[in-house]
């Protein structure tokens, strides 16, 4: 079956504190309004409970949480016209085959996530999706040293673990040259 002429993948990548969870909450919305079927995945050991944006603004649509080392791609129900993975660098690389099948089958499908870790390393679940999309969006947030635009996220401790679920407790946002200059200085 050919893939439908709207079916597409859209990747909105960005630091903490861009906004990603906030557009996922509008895309979920219009899609609401539009009468869309929409399945939301999220990573099991995410945050337990309702998505929640930085803002406190509560996601109304209920997730399905899903292992992001499992291969396998997951079900889809009768009707899903529109398929959205939030934290989708936590994902192995099997998501970008999962996308895959799913646009071929004329399901759409939203991405949201972290382009990068905070060691400036390109997550490669990511990369594979980047280069597959028909729209990216790249947000930024604000630098939290000199306010200008941020594109990467850094780390408060010095953890070894390349992903640690957290907000203010363990990231900030900081610009290209903020970032580099608090790496120097480690």
Excluded at 4 to 29: C, F, H, N, Q, Y
Excluded at 35 to 62: M, S
Excluded at 77 to 97: A, C, K, L, W, Y
């Amino acid at each position: 079956m050919p893939p439908r002429r709207d079916s597409s993948l859209t990747v909105t990548v960005g630091p903490m504190w861009a906004g990603k969870t906030e557009a996922l909450d509008a895309l979920i919305r219009h899609l609401a309004v539009a009468g869309q079927g929409v399945v939301l995945f999220r990573p099991k050991g995410d945050r337990p409970g309702p998505l929640v944006t930085h803002a406190g603004r509560q996601v109304a649509h209920p997730a399905t949480f899903y292992d992001p080392a499992d291969t396998r791609r997951p079900h889809l129900p009768p009707g899903t016209t529109h398929v959205i993975v939030d934290e989708v660098q936590r994902f192995s690389t099997s998501v970008s085959r999962w996308v895959e099948f799913w646009v071929s089958r004329g399901i759409r499908v939203s991405v949201f996530g972290l382009d990068m870790d905070s060691d400036g390393e390109v997550y490669s679940s990511v990369a594979e999706l980047l280069a597959k999309a028909e729209t990216i969006v790249k947000l930024v947030a604000v630098c939290r040293s000199c306010h200008g635009d941020a594109t990467r996220t850094a780390r408060l401790d010095n953890e070894p673990a390349r992903t640690q679920v957290g907000a203010e407790d363990l990231y900030e946002p900081l610009c290209t040259r903020c970032w580099f200059t608090k790496r120097a200085s480690r």
